[in-house]
């Protein structure tokens, strides 16, 4: 990106799509609220449907208006950015569909010029309502100061760890998300191989 790009970005483009989603912002909670009641209620599920389609419409119909103007600022085609980010159905919001906040998805598209979530996720952003963190390799780093605390030592391979270590490396790694348990390629030794090479 040119440094004219990112200056425009900063100077015009960021505060508003941030304007936008402050003003959708207070019309989420109540979305996701009638999501998660349902089935919780006591009511019958046509009610409970009833309540988050109104919760749906209302937000909605606060982020129509919006639609071309995030179209412009951030260039692109308004059928194209309708395309991509229309409510699938009656119960379905704006951009984020039914599993996420149309206004966090504005504020990171502000953010990270980008509307791709994997590019936020390889910046740092943790998921919907979860933040943003350190950049991958801090991140690593990190992570890897944590385990050497609790007794892994990075000079030595994976086998050669105490028990302890072991466990830890099994317990983190299974819970950030490297994989299998049991067979060649353990969570353990997939957590530990980042950690090294980080």
Not at 13 to 25: K, Q, T, W
Not at 90 to 107: K, M, Q
Request: proline share 5%; with cysteine; glycine share 8%.
């Amino acid at each position: 990106m040119s440094a004219e790009f990112n200056t425009r970005w900063d100077a015009d483009v960021r505060p508003a799509l941030e304007a936008i989603a402050d003003a959708i912002a207070p019309l989420v909670p109540a979305y996701h609220a009638a999501w998660a009641a349902i089935g919780n209620t006591g009511k019958t599920a046509m009610e409970e449907l009833a309540v988050l389609a109104a919760a749906r419409k209302q937000l909605n119909d606060a982020i129509e208006p919006h639609v071309a103007e995030v179209a412009r600022l951030t260039s692109n085609n308004e059928g194209s950015i309708r395309m991509m980010g229309c409510p699938k159905d009656e119960y379905d919001t704006w951009f984020v569909h039914s599993s996420g906040d149309p206004a966090e998805f504005l504020r990171n598209v502000a953010r990270f010029r980008s509307f791709n979530t994997n590019f936020w996720t390889s910046q740092g952003w943790l998921g919907y309502g979860k933040g943003i963190d350190l950049p991958p390799a801090q991140r690593l780093a990190r992570e890897r100061a944590e385990m050497e605390a609790l007794g892994v030592d990075f000079s030595k391979e994976l086998w050669l760890q105490t028990r302890d270590a072991q466990l830890a490396l099994e317990r983190i790694g299974t819970e950030r998300g490297y994989g299998p348990t049991s067979g060649h390629h353990t969570a353990a030794g997939r957590y530990f191989g980042k950690l090294v090479a980080s």
